[in-house]
């Protein structure tokens, strides 16, 4: 069965089915979306928020939010009956004493909302009624917030919500990225039946339908009763939106791809680290010692894949001849060969993926690769008047004259604006296990997406069900053809971001088409032979002042350069001749492309079990990590489209742009990847499966826009449920929950470091010390939890937490600063993802910053370099130890001094130094909450005219399912 629905008479609106009708997979399902489904508000609804306060907001536009916020406190001792209290049903249909609203927009759909949580359950008897209702719905709900997203794909947030620091430096950060003109998104529209056949010309059909659903909706709103969302009467935009159109479905897709689903394009950033790290320790040890800082392919990260003994086995393998002992004898050299097949390292197994690995001896980068001479890199502007780098951050001017003349330097991005510091927020995790190790002996599972914590939200909920689509869960408005992260007829999927290598930096000689001698600014590239102008692309945003957004009235010109080979990420020098450093990304043109994927998850023809899931994966061009259960299997998959490099070269460092990747099309911008039966997957066959962005499987490297070290937050996950396994346990879908929510509360930090470094330090020296370690020995013995259980308004170790905080990054700089010196210190530690501290507040390298209040933490940091370096000093097992030991040059004594000195300094640092006030906690709503507590409280951020109350500290999705089925469709 495909759809729960009935035609009825012509003319006459579907009548939607009982609920159950079409869930075949029984058992519980059950989510959770704070602050709620709703999210549309007049200006009527925005003034009395704002004069009643963040509570007063028109119905199911918070319901959720406390829900989600309490769950910690019920755990652990999680019980099946409290579920409720946390998730809402996630079934499909609606009771009929459970129905708030019914509407039926045209003949062939009906949107029925229920009184629980006001999620829209669109029955339609044509698949055209349904894509209609589902766009009629999105814009019930979303509709500024999708009017906002279209925007800024087109790097035109300013001239939608003012001109704010904030939205300029959103949409220059979306331009540098993906830079489009109008045709360009025209032709990723049209190209899908030319790629896809029939498959692309259905998502073009669907697409249509979704559009003439939005337009509907907009042309209601026009009509009166107060519909329409009052943001745009407080932006100066009174008439509301303009229809959409094809090319904004592109749009949003484009945000949805470059905020949550790519991975790579920092090499220009990291061979600036390698030659710091080089100038000071060697060209040998510092290229060494640069690969294991990056952590492409650290042996002892953990990984989703459990290694087994065929991992073991190709790992050692695949190591380069160079770090091999010798076979000394003939007998020797034949267990060798027969050990070791030749080819062994390209070849897959069940837990070991070969991917990007080393291609050239130890001293030495690929010979398809090319370092920029040291010094001569320059980003490439991505504004006309220059205030914008490549990665949009602000730009200080130099001052011209006088003492107080600098150099320009790069400032922190603004917290200003609608989208404050941009949308993607990286917390998606997922624990699964199989039927083995379950009360049921069927499989569970919870998981859910990271997008951050908005109001609303920016995912919004949502059923479908007509011909051919049966499904239920979340998805972004703008793009909501289809259920993006939910449940089918008896199966049920999600994901998190994987961060692949799907972007490189390539290196494209500077030409003078006279054949003269290039210049630095050249505005020619030689490519296949040919001195090839760059093509230049550029789009202008003007705001004028609101009552939303009082910035004086502007404009501003994003800029970008385009080659056959990706936009221009800067200029430099290489053997002294000026070359571009080019920007190519697999699914730049192809945004859209990844609908073909999401439409086939929806449909339960084409979804019949795990494999079938994993194949319909291939079709998703962005970097996510794939999960999936039934009743039967548990499984996960890592999708993306990973390039086919030259032999020598890795994607790491630049690529010499005279070797593109394999079967390159500038045309049509495609090449060939890797094939789906080379990623990362498994179908039941270890203990669980956990995911927290963390490295997918042994053998598979990370990307240079990824630090998959030793430590990394999966473990806190692994740490839980481990602790309800032991022994031969078995776990209940309660229990899998609690295990998530405990480990939403837990300091990586505190799990992973502060053993070993309190290992080295002992019971401390002095008064000061022996009581600070006292205070965090304490702390750990209740399980490292940042919470308040008494409910006092003061967290249970608020002490330990707060010496932790402000020890951290004084001991990292102590620890590590004196080998890498303060050059490679520096820009290691200002790398893309590789910041000291990436705590609950703010990442910082040691002087605190303003709160970021989005909850997500400890997803990268250097938490793995110190863990290491001190399991290297303590004599505990480590698979790959640094060329260089750190922590006292390797000296337990010198180590210990350095550890317990900054402790000392750490106890002496003032709260308000280490939890510095902001705007958020000032407000009078929070003016008395504890100043720790609300540096770590998570802020609902406006994305409208609509604030929230903020919520406790805890480290989880934003949108959550809670599933476990008992049954299925025959197979």
């Known amino acids: 069965m495909l759809a729960a629905c009935s035609a009825g008479p012509a003319g006459a609106a579907p009548t939607p089915a009982g609920p159950g009708a079409g869930d075949t997979g029984g058992g519980t399902v059950r989510e959770v979306l704070p602050p709620g489904s709703a999210g549309g508000a007049n200006v009527v609804d925005i003034l009395g928020n704002k004069l009643i306060g963040p509570t007063s907001v028109p119905d199911h536009g918070g319901d959720q939010l406390s829900r989600y916020a309490a769950l910690p406190n019920a755990t652990p001792g999680l019980t099946a009956g ?32 229920d009184k629980g949580v006001g999620v829209p359950h669109i029955t339609g008897s044509t698949r055209a009624g349904l894509e209609f209702g589902a766009g009629y719905a999105n814009a019930q709900d ?101 229809p959409f159109t094809t090319t904004d479905v592109v749009s949003i897709a484009t945000i949805v791809g470059s905020q949550f689903g790519a991975g790579g394009g920092a090499e220009t950033d990291t061979a600036n680290v390698l030659q710091a790290l080089q100038q000071k320790l060697g060209t040998g040890d510092g290229l060494r010692l640069w690969r294991q800082l990056m952590a492409f392919d650290d042996p002892d990260a953990p990984t989703t894949i459990h290694p087994g003994a065929d991992a073991t086995a190709r790992k050692a393998c695949a190591e380069r001849p160079a770090d091999l002992k010798p076979a000394r004898t003939a007998r020797g050299r034949l267990h060798r060969a027969r050990r070791c097949p030749k080819g062994a390292d390209a070849k897959r197994s069940a837990t070991w993926f070969p991917y990007q690995r080393p291609v050239s001896a130890p001293d030495a980068i690929g010979t398809d690769e090319l370092l920029p001479d040291t010094g001569s ?51 998606s995790n997922a624990l699964l296990v199989p039927g083995s190790s379950t009360t049921t002996g069927r499989p569970l599972a919870v998981f859910g997406p990271q997008t951050s914590y908005f109001s609303p939200q920016i995912l919004v909920q949502q059923e479908l069900q007509g011909p051919g689509i049966s499904a239920r869960g979340a998805t972004f408005p703008g793009v909501g053809m289809y259920v993006e992260i939910g449940r089918g007829t008896d199966y049920a999927w999600s994901a998190t971001s994987g961060n692949e290598d799907v972007t490189d930096t390539f290196v494209l000689p500077v030409c003078d088409p006279g054949g003269g001698t290039p210049k630095d600014g050249g505005d020619h590239y030689l490519y296949r032979g040919t001195c090839t102008a760059i093509e230049q692309l550029r789009t202008t945003s003007t705001w004028a002042p609101s009552l939303g957004d009082s910035t004086p009235a502007g404009s501003i010109t994003y800029v970008a350069q385009r080659t056959k080979l990706g936009i221009v990420r800067g200029r430099a020098r290489v053997g002294g001749k000026p070359v571009l450093l080019t920007q190519l ?92 039966t080379a990623h990362p997957q498994r179908i039941n066959g270890q203990g669980y499966i956990t995911s927290w962005n963390n490295r997918q499987a042994p053998g598979f490297a990370g990307s240079d826009t990824s630090l998959f070290s030793s430590v990394y937050r999966s473990q806190i996950l692994d740490r839980q449920l481990d602790l309800r396994l032991q022994g031969g346990a078995k776990v209940s879908l309660p229990q899998v929950v609690d295990a998530m929510s405990r480990a939403s509360v837990t300091d990586l930090r505190g799990q992973e470091l502060l053993p070993l470094a309190l290992q080295v330090t002992g019971d401390g020296t002095d008064p000061t010390t022996r009581r600070a370690i006292a205070l965090l020995r304490a702390w750990g013995k209740d399980g490292w939890t940042r919470e308040d259980r008494d409910g006092d308004g003061r967290y249970d170790h608020a002490e330990a937490i707060r010496i932790l905080d402000a020890w951290w990054p004084r001991w990292a700089r102590a620890q590590f600063r004196p080998v890498l010196g303060a050059a490679a210190y520096d820009r290691l530690g200002t790398l893309y993802k590789h910041t000291v501290d990436d705590g609950p507040g703010a990442p910082s390298s040691g002087d605190p910053l303003p709160s970021k209040h989005q909850g997500s933490a400890y997803q990268n940091a250097w938490y793995g370099y110190a863990a290491k370096d001190l399991r290297t000093l303590l004599g505990q097992r480590v698979r790959q130890k640094y060329v260089r030991p750190f922590c006292g040059g390797g000296d337990r004594e010198a180590c210990k001094a350095a550890l317990l000195s900054t402790l000392r300094d750490a106890v002496a640092v003032p709260i308000a130094t280490t939890y510095p006030s902001d705007p958020i906690c000032a407000k009078q709503a929070n003016a008395k909450l504890d100043r720790q507590l609300c540096y770590d409280a998570i802020d609902q951020r406006s994305l409208g005219g609509l604030s929230q109350p903020m919520i406790p500290w805890q480290n989880r999705p934003t949108y959550q399912l809670v599933v476990g089925f008992d049954r299925h469709r025959p197979r």
Do not use: C
Request: glycine content about 10%; aromatic content about 10%; charged content about 20%.
């Open 585 to 676: 990304r697999t699914t730049y043109m192809h945004e859209a492309d990844s609908a073909i994927g999401f439409k086939r998850f929806n449909e339960p023809a084409a979804i019949r079990d795990a494999k079938s899931f994993q194949a319909a994966t291939e079709a998703v061009g962005y970097t996510f990590n794939w999960f999936y259960v039934d009743d039967r299997d548990a499984a996960m998959i890592t999708a993306g489209w990973l390039p086919q490099r030259p032999a020598k070269a890795t994607g790491q460092v630049p690529i010499d742009g005279a070797k593109p990747w394999a079967d390159w099309n500038p045309d049509t911008w495609v090449s060939a990847r890797l094939p789906a």
């Open 142 to 242: 979303r509709l500024f917030l999708m009017d906002a997203l279209r925007h800024v794909g087109r790097a035109q947030l300013s001239s939608l919500a003012g001109g704010a620091p904030g939205n300029r430096a959103f949409d220059a950060q979306v331009w540098a990225f993906a830079p489009y003109t109008e045709q360009d998104r025209v032709r990723q529209f049209e190209q899908l039946d030319d790629l896809y056949g029939a498959e692309g010309a259905q998502v073009q059909t669907d697409i249509r339908d979704y559009i003439d659903g939005i337009n509907r909706y907009i042309a209601d709103a026009r009509a009166g009763g107060q519909k329409l969302p009052g943001e745009y009467a407080l932006l100066g935009h009174p008439g509301g939106p303009d």
């Open 82 to 113: 409290r579920l409720p209290e946390f998730f809402t049903p996630a079934g499909f249909g609606v009771a009929s004493g459970d129905v708030e609203s019914s509407i039926s927009p045209r003949p062939d759909v009906t949107i029925v909302r």
């Open 377 to 427: 890199i320059r980003l490439a502007p991505v504004t006309a008047d220059d205030s914008f780098d490549f990665h949009g951050n602000p730009v200080r001017k130099a001052a011209t004259r006088g003492a107080a003349a600098k150099s320009a330097t790069t400032v922190p991005r603004p917290t200003d604006g609608l989208f404050p510091g941009g949308i993607a927020s990286s917390m």
